[in-house]
């Protein structure tokens, strides 16, 4: 924000700043997108990480069944315009004392 403030600065210059951080916010929010819907779907402990054209997903999702990684990808697909050969799954399992 301060670069897109700044009046030391060009016009081009002012752009650049402007178009990424209209990129940085449409990452995030295709993140968040994706992070509510498979919380909403019942998997908990979402992270999405979106680079580039590939998506990370980080969730406790006990068994890794083919129908939970299915389900997972669809999402991930949908929300963050990522296509299933570049999402990573990687699932984590909490322990319970």
Same mark, same amino acid.
């Given at each position: =924000?301060?670069?897109?403030? #700044?009046?030391?600065?060009? +016009? %081009?210059?002012?752009? +650049? $700043?402007? !178009?990424? =951080? *209209? ?16 919380? $909403?779907?019942?998997?908990? !402990?979402? *992270? ?18 083919? $129908? ?7 999402? *991930? &697909?949908?929300?963050?315009?990522? #296509?299933? @050969? ?8 909490? %322990? &319970? @004392?």
């Amino acid at each position: =924000m301060e670069v897109i403030n #700044s009046t030391a600065i060009s +016009d %081009k210059e002012k752009q +650049d $700043a402007v !178009d990424k =951080m *209209v990129t940085l916010t449409d990452i995030a929010q295709r993140e968040s997108d994706a992070e509510m819907l498979l919380e $909403a779907k019942g998997f908990t !402990d979402v *992270v999405v990480s979106i680079t580039e054209d590939a998506a990370d997903v980080v969730l406790n999702m006990g068994d890794v069944t083919d $129908a939970k990684r299915a389900q997972i990808e669809d999402i *991930v &697909k949908r929300k963050t315009k990522v #296509s299933a @050969e570049h999402i990573v799954i990687t699932p984590i399992t909490t %322990k &319970k @004392e």
